[in-house]
T-cell receptor, first 109, second 113 residues
Framework: GQQVMQIPQYQHVQEGEDFTTYCNSS?????IQWYKQRPGGHPVFLIQLVKSGEVKKQKRLTFQFGEAKKNSSLHITATQTTDVGTYFCAGRGSEKLVFGKGTKLTVNP | DVKVTQSSRYLVKRTGEKVFLECVQD?????MFWYRQDPGLGLRLIYF???????EKGDIPEGYSVSREKKERFSLILESASTNQTSMYLC????????????FGPGTRLTVL
């Protein structure tokens, strides 16, 4: 079945450094979604990418969807302590949404 | 704002007990989902439902059942709780169609002793 791999599993950065998490699917996706889960909280939807090669920005966050629609990335520029949490990608193939295992980001102030 | 609520934030049960986890959403979403979240394993789909009285197995349905008698409510049932079902359980809901992001509830942390 469809699998979504996400790396790295953990990332620790100094405040002000950049951060990137990558998502790869075993099959072509119709869309990909990104979620953020703060410590002690629940996943919250950030964004959805649909088109091949699409790039979207939300302030310091940049989301990309690969040309082949099988991979995606989330890049955070100049991390802040408010960015801590686990970032999940979720890819939709022909049927249901499949979540990656997430990247847990910690930021040292 | 969409609101997804879950009946309990924390729950402690004994092995062999029947456990009901309730989830209610107020946005008239067609789809509802139950996940469990464990460290290092991410979100794993247990069951989902596309409509009232409809249910589909997810990736780890063993030991669980569900009920959806009303559109806004989706219940997860552990027929005979076991210690390996100790976990965080998250309910989510979504529309069908293009804007189908999932809205999650706050979660129920279940401990089975």
């Amino acid at each position: 079945g469809q699998q979504v791999m996400q790396i790295p599993q953990y990332q620790h950065v100094q405040e002000g450094e950049d951060f990137t998490t990558y998502c790869n699917s075993s099959t072509t996706l119709s869309n990909i979604q990104w979620y953020k889960q703060r410590p002690g909280g629940h996943p919250v939807f950030l964004i959805q990418l649909v088109k091949s090669g699409e790039v979207k920005k939300q302030k310091r966050l940049t989301f990309q969807f690969g040309e082949a629609k099988k991979n995606s990335s989330l890049h955070i520029t100049a991390t802040q302590t408010t960015d801590v949490g686990t970032y999940f990608c979720a890819g939709r193939g022909s049927e249901k949404l499949v979540f990656g295992k997430g990247t847990k980001l910690t930021v040292n102030p | 704002d969409v609101k997804v609520t879950q009946s309990s934030r924390y729950l402690v049960k004994r092995t062999g007990e029947k456990v009901f986890l309730e989830c209610v959403q107020d946005m008239d979403h067609e789809n509802m989902f139950w996940y469990r979240q464990d460290p290092g394993l991410g979100l794993r789909l247990i069951y989902f439902s596309y409509d009232v009285k409809m249910k589909e197995k997810g990736d780890i349905p063993e030991g669980y059942s569900v009920s959806r008698e009303k559109k806004e409510r989706f219940s997860l049932i552990l027929e005979s709780a076991s210690t390996n079902q100790t976990s965080m359980y998250l309910c989510a809901s979504s529309y069908t169609g293009a804007h189908n992001e999932q809205f999650f509830g706050p979660g129920t942390r279940l401990t089975v002793l």
